[in-house]
């Protein structure tokens, strides 16, 4: 970012900042740490001042690690059909997937003819075929998930809606994310409740506390979830490695929600 990277004060830090929300590491210096972590409303990370994030870890014993077996879209040695992102169906007898696997309204006994399932992500199931699985040699680093057939999947790294992107959805969505969905807070709960007959996610979800009451009964995540507080109209997420600047922050709206997934950093005054 352009802009000195000095001379952030406190009181610009508490005009700007009405809620912190930390996904990941924030590094800066007391008492701006102090004061994020005062106004923090999910904390699932680290906040460390820089002499912290200097310090030297202790190295842990590690076990022997195995060697990595590469993952491709093709057919391994040992016949499993490995595939990325979402599948549908039974693709093989030996099955490999890092994404989604939807085995939705497959025949049960479909299902239980699969000899081998690797999953790195998510397995749909419905309520017919569930039972079937029980026999299938699997190993799923991840979810096994009933969902309703008439549910649509979504699997995205993003989903950003908007008042104005809900009001043009048609009514009774049932709809699955898998992926993280950021809810702006301009969206009213009544237009969630309005538009939404059931919402689940699988990921990180950035939503107001009003919208968290309005998916009480239609609404089912699996993850994270960051809460707006109430009040506050404005947020910014922040992805990956971002340094602070008196410039920056100089440029976000007052009272703002921040949320930090990945690395926030303040630097020490000079």
């Known amino acids: 970012m352009s802009g000195q990277t000095t001379g952030i004060s406190e009181e610009l830090v508490a005009r700007k900042i009405a809620a912190y929300c930390n996904v990941g590491n924030t590094i800066a210096p007391e008492p701006i740490l102090s004061l994020l972590k005062s ?11 820089p002499e912290e994030e200097a310090a030297p870890e202790e190295e842990a014993a590690q076990p022997e690690e195995e060697p ?3 993952c491709q879209q093709e ?3 040992d016949g499993t059909l490995w595939q990325n992102g979402m599948v549908s169906g039974v693709v093989g007898k030996r099955i490999g997937v890092n994404g989604v696997l939807d085995l939705r309204g497959v025949p049960a006994e479909q299902v239980a003819a699969i000899e081998e399932m690797v999953v790195n992500g998510v397995v749909l199931m419905d309520e017919v075929n569930r039972s079937a699985l029980a026999g299938v040699k699997s190993q799923v680093n991840g979810s096994i998930m009933v969902v309703p057939l008439d549910m649509r999947v979504m699997m995205e790294p993003e989903v950003e809606l908007s008042k104005a992107s809900v009001e043009a959805m048609p009514g009774g969505q049932k709809l699955m994310i898998v992926g993280n969905m ?3 807070p301009d969206i009213p709960p009544a237009l969630i409740a309005e538009k939404f007959d059931d919402l689940r996610l699988v990921g990180i979800i950035i939503m ?14 699996t993850g994270v979830t960051i809460l707006i507080p109430a009040g506050v109209t404005e947020a910014v997420r ?9 410039d920056y ?10 949320i930090n997934i990945g690395n926030t950093r303040v630097p020490a005054a000079a």
């Open 39 to 49: 106004r923090t409303k999910t904390n699932v990370g680290s906040f460390l001042t």
């Open 68 to 70: 990595e077996v590469e």
């Open 75 to 77: 057919e391994a040695d």
């Open 182 to 184: 950021f809810l702006r």
């Open 208 to 221: 107001s506390e009003g919208v968290q009451g309005a998916l009480i009964g239609r609404g089912q995540i």
């Open 238 to 246: 922040s992805i990956g490695d971002n340094t602070w600047t008196a």
């Open 249 to 258: 922050l100089s440029r976000l709206p007052d009272n703002i929600a921040y």
